[in-house]
């Protein structure tokens, strides 16, 4: 597939590389070493206009496109995975599902605040381990609202998130086919944030455990009809996959560039670690598969802008970039020898990153499953 971005997409591209290398790298470190969110970087990339990359410019937003969006995470995550993180949530866990499924009052309330960066959004969809157990969170309807009560085990970009996508089972009969998605405004007394997550990788990204006790949501709040949380998480989840592979294939970038800087500088035996022919085709590799990845993640951002049909080529770009970055960071970790497993460089960061995004093996094995379902089926869409 050949790839022309448009002027547009190459000025924001570059508007974010800028960004990054300036005002991310010289505290990315930091930020994961202490886990900070790092609020005062989210509020200038609202500014940016990343925050409302894809949020039509009618609500605030800069009315870009799937494209766009894949090449800011990309340059965000090739500095700081957990920056990425944080956006990639927001713009596709909360703005995305809010412009698709809600209704011209939501949109119009909501949207603005999303896209300037003064509301953070969050997402939070829990099932239960067992499928005889009781939904982890249960909507109860009650006079023209409904009751939230239950426990959400991970909510991303919780507790900063202002606005959260939340999943609930409907009583009287709650089960788990019968969801709905609802807009939660946290800042209610009944939303309580318990523990943050621990994570090995994206620190300063943050995810919180949260106890929701008597939350009240207006009927006008839930997003969608009653039974459509299933669907709107699925088709979510599904949109979102292009966001996950493009901080991949950042992650992965940022290994390949710190590998070949380190390969330069590294001198054994006389020479510069590039000088060998094995550290060359190493390196060789690791920039052919970041190209691949790269690629695949782009082509199914065009396919999403266009509208057609592209689950196979966004779970082929999930699969390839992560496994790409978690390939890559080990390898960058290889190339720096034992000062690979130092804090004193970056590389370490990458592979804990890359572990984080990376695909767990059922989740992968289920996606090659559904790739060659769509092949046998005949057809790679």
Request: aromatic letters at 6%; proline letters at 4%.
């Amino acid at each position: 597939m050949h790839v022309d971005l448009s002027d547009t997409q190459r000025q924001l591209r570059d508007a974010v590389r800028d960004f990054a290398e300036r005002r991310i790298r010289p505290v990315a470190a930091e930020i994961d070493r202490t886990g900070r969110f790092p609020s005062d970087i989210v509020a200038e990339l609202g500014r940016l206009g990343v925050l409302g990359c894809c949020i039509p410019e009618t609500f605030g937003g800069t009315g870009l496109d799937a494209v766009a969006q894949a090449l800011a995470l990309e340059e965000l995550a090739r500095v700081s995975a957990a920056t990425a993180a944080i956006v990639a949530t927001h713009a596709s866990f909360a703005a995305w599902p809010l412009l698709t499924f809600g209704n011209d009052a939501q949109r119009a309330r909501y949207l603005p605040l999303l896209a300037r960066g003064e509301w953070l959004g969050g997402w939070g969809f829990a099932e239960p381990a067992d499928p005889e157990e009781m939904p982890p969170i249960v909507a109860t309807w009650d006079a023209e609202q409904y009751i939230l009560n239950g426990r959400c085990a991970s909510v991303l970009n919780a507790p900063e998130a202002r606005l959260a996508i939340v999943f609930a089972a409907l009583e009287p009969k709650p089960d788990t086919d019968f969801v709905a998605a609802f807009l939660v405004e946290t800042d209610q007394p009944g939303w309580r944030a318990v523990r943050l997550v621990g994570q090995i990788g994206l620190h300063g990204a943050s995810a919180a455990e949260v106890v929701l006790r008597h939350v009240r949501v207006p009927r006008e709040h839930r997003l969608g009809v009653d039974t459509a949380g299933r669907g709107i998480a699925r088709r979510t989840l599904e949109a979102a996959g292009v966001g996950v592979a493009a901080q991949s294939v950042g992650i992965a970038t940022a290994a390949l560039e710190d590998a070949l800087a380190y390969g330069r500088e590294r001198r054994a035996f006389g020479h510069a670690l590039v000088d060998f022919q094995t550290i060359q085709w190493r390196l060789a590799d690791m920039a052919t598969a970041v190209e691949a990845a790269r690629l695949l993640t782009l082509e199914a951002a065009f396919l999403q802008d266009l509208g057609l049909p592209h689950a196979s080529q966004v779970a082929m770009a999930r699969l390839v970039a992560a496994e790409t970055a978690m390939t890559l960071a080990t390898q960058a970790v290889q190339v720096h020898g034992g000062y690979g497993y130092t804090r004193e460089f970056a590389v370490e960061r990458y592979f804990r990153d890359a572990a984080a995004l990376g695909v767990p093996a059922e989740m992968a094995e289920r996606e090659r499953l559904a790739i060659a379902d769509r092949l046998l089926r005949g057809g790679a869409s």
